[in-house]
């Protein structure tokens, strides 16, 4: 099954239902983002009315999803990597979204196959990590604990 | 009494059992799952697509921030592909090569030129950890190790396509027969400066590098016009050629060369005083790059031995 956006002018919704026994309507070209349900929906060959169980994500990283997905597909046109950047931390930022937000929406990306918010949210992790300068910095910025005993620490 | 219609009724029903509506703004629920940095999935996500982008100073620096940021460090490193340390003579490198010597298994592509400070016992155990992807190994101007570091490149480094050896005096007549012996794959190979090997076995090396495409020799001087007739004879495929400073070559061995390689496409004969136009104006019609700009009013020979191939054989 493969619907572009065009196709969506009297859209077909795919129920997907998270670990709460939620259910979020998602119309069939935001899921056509999600490898994982797209697969599923073409392996099973199943009625769109057919609910999608998703075991692992929680309701409201769902929504995060999908409005991620909905953004992606609003702004077809700008695929560059620090475009789809600019509106990884606009989703973040619409959310008050600390790292806790991150890591749960890189979990159901990795899930779900979303490849453009995986994408998105390891470089924004990946420049976190740049961005500080020393051990120390890399502490405080993820809240680590530093558990090493100094008698291991290596020159 | 205030009754409630039939169809009101199912619809509290149902809001009781589902779970409140709510913005996105607050969509959080009020006991959220811990999640750390290192919940995320290490093979899946972390390692390939977040360690990709980071430098070896950010992989050394989470390893000093945690006993579990240490194992996902080190973790990444196994990993890495690629190492670059060319031109890195920081006062701490030998330690922190050892920690890649001992982590990296996967490395394909090895950058370690200009490191005056690597020497064998250095690179031997990681050149054991990663001998079987090894693609392109760099070792121009590694002047403080010997031929026992190649041994293993040239026997073991089953995949390898790259090879600079740049400066490296050390490179002895013996390490090239062992490379014509068991590398006979190689695309790019760089041997400029080494004036310890021979013309001889230059010669027999050429014989066996069909897939050569990018070649150094300059400042060689055991490099005369009958290497380049092997070069022209078995290594067709040659694209790119430097042979900056080969004093020995003329045009008889260039003509030699450039007939038999239709693919060059740059040859580098600067302070190669018995080039002349003679073989390099032909070459000008073949739109090659070519270093040395036509001068006008250039002699066509720069003396009657150009119409000769160099005769005498260094050893």
Request: proline share 4%; charged share 25%.
């Amino acid at each position: 099954m493969s619907l572009t956006p065009d196709d969506c002018e009297e859209p077909k919704f795919v129920q997907l239902k998270t670990c709460e026994g939620f259910i979020h309507d998602v119309e069939t070209c935001l899921v056509e983002q999600m490898g994982t349900v797209r697969d599923m929906l073409l392996l099973e060959c199943s009625d769109s009315t057919d609910v999608i169980p998703l075991a692992k994500i929680e309701w409201w990283i769902m929504k995060m999803v999908i409005h991620w997905c909905r953004l992606v597909q609003d702004n077809s046109a700008q695929k560059e990597a620090r475009d789809r950047s600019s509106m990884f931390i606009e989703l973040l930022e619409e959310a008050k979204g600390d790292d806790e937000v991150v890591f749960q929406l890189l979990l159901a990306a990795n899930y779900l196959n979303v490849e453009s918010l995986l994408d998105a949210g390891t470089q924004y992790l990946a420049d976190a990590i740049t961005t500080c300068g020393s051990a120390e910095e890399i502490r405080n910025r993820f809240n680590l604990q530093n558990d090493i005993p100094s008698d291991e620490y290596e020159p | 009494m205030c009754t409630l219609h039939p169809e009101e009724e199912a619809h509290l029903a149902a809001m009781a059992l589902s779970p409140s509506p709510r913005t996105l703004d607050s969509s959080r629920p009020s006991t959220p799952t811990p999640c750390s940095l290192f919940d995320v999935c290490w093979d899946d996500v972390l390692i390939p697509q977040v360690a990709v982008y980071l430098t070896l100073k950010d992989l050394f620096n989470l390893r000093c921030c945690s006993r579990t940021a240490k194992k996902f460090a080190e973790a990444a490193m196994e990993k890495r592909q690629e190492l670059h340390l060319s031109g890195n003579n920081s006062s701490n490198i030998e330690d922190g090569f050892r920690v890649l010597a001992r982590c990296c298994r996967r490395l394909e592509v090895l950058h370690l030129a200009c490191c005056r400070w690597l020497t064998d016992d250095l690179l031997l155990p990681l050149l054991a950890n990663n001998k079987q992807r090894l693609v392109a190994v760099n070792l121009n101007e590694c002047i403080n190790i010997t031929a026992l570091s190649l041994q293993p490149i040239i026997v073991e480094c089953k995949e390898l396509r790259v090879l600079k050896l740049s400066k490296c005096q050390w490179l002895t007549t013996g390490a090239v027969d062992a490379l014509t012996l068991h590398q006979s794959k190689l695309v790019e190979f760089d041997i400029s400066y080494c004036g310890a090997i021979g013309e001889r076995c230059l010669i027999i090396f050429f014989r066996r590098l069909n897939n050569l495409t990018v070649l150094s020799l300059a400042n060689t001087p055991s490099v005369t016009d009958q290497v380049l007739i092997q070069i022209g004879n078995y290594c067709r495929e040659l694209e790119h050629i430097n042979l900056i400073g080969c004093a020995a070559i003329s045009d008889y061995g260039v003509h030699a060369l450039t007939v038999h390689c239709p693919r060059i496409r740059t040859l580098l004969i600067r302070r190669c005083p018995r080039v002349t136009e003679r073989s390099l104006a032909p070459l000008r019609q073949r739109c090659l790059f070519i270093d040395r700009p036509l001068l006008e009013g250039a002699h066509n020979a720069y003396s009657l031995n150009d119409f000769y191939p160099s005769s005498f054989l260094v050893y």
